[in-house]
């Protein structure tokens, strides 16, 4: 049920994650790499996201922290919508 014999006999792969350095390795490294970048381990262990307050440029590393303190400090309305991407781009 495992795959790692095959990298016995040489076809081992590794791929290195350009957004956080993670090194991914084995038979799927490039099928895990594309997994691994849109899931929350990517930035994980190198840099992070940061989430910018566009009002007054506060810093937070998740976007709800960041949707909390709009709400708190900027009075959003309860039914303003969420950010339309998952991110802004930088
Ligand atoms: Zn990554
Ligand atoms: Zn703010």
Do not use: W
């Not at 795959?3 to 490039?30: K, M, P, S, W």
């Not at 007054?56 to 709400?71: I, T």
Request: one cysteine or more; aromatic letters at 4%; a positive charge.
């Amino acid at each position: 049920m495992t795959d790692l014999t095959q990298a016995q006999g040489g076809t081992e792969f590794a791929i290195r994650c350009d957004n956080c350095n993670t090194i991914l390795t084995g038979a799927h490294a490039v099928g895990n790499l594309t997994r691994h970048k849109r899931s929350l381990k990517c930035g994980s262990s190198g840099q992070r996201k940061d989430y910018a307050c566009p009002r007054c440029g506060k810093v937070y590393h998740r976007s709800d922290a960041l949707l909390n303190h709009n709400r708190k400090h900027h009075g959003a309305p309860p039914g303003a919508p969420r950010y339309p991407g998952q991110s802004p781009e930088s």
